[in-house]
């Protein structure tokens, strides 16, 4: 799996579990409402205030 600013949240917890870690560090607690889920990367970077693109590659570095 390649993980883009588009990929969405839920997916990427779906293929990797071990991705939750990453998500809880960038301030994202709440990975189970349906709302997290479903967002894209870039949607929660944007609320969260972080860097999208470096978080893209830290996920993919992570899943490798």
């Known amino acids: 799996m390649k993980i883009t600013k ?3 949240i839920g997916d990427i917890l779906d ?3 071990t991705t939750v870690k990453l ?3 960038m301030g994202m607690e709440c990975l189970g409402c349906p709302n ?3 967002e894209s990367v870039e949607e ?3 609320v969260h205030e972080i ?4 978080f893209v590659c830290r996920l993919n570095e992570h899943i490798k």
């Open 36 to 38: 997290a889920r479903s």
């Open 51 to 54: 860097d999208c693109d470096e």
């Open 15 to 17: 293929y990797d579990r």
């Open 23 to 25: 998500f809880v560090e």
């Open 6 to 8: 588009q990929s969405v």
């Open 44 to 46: 929660a970077c944007e």
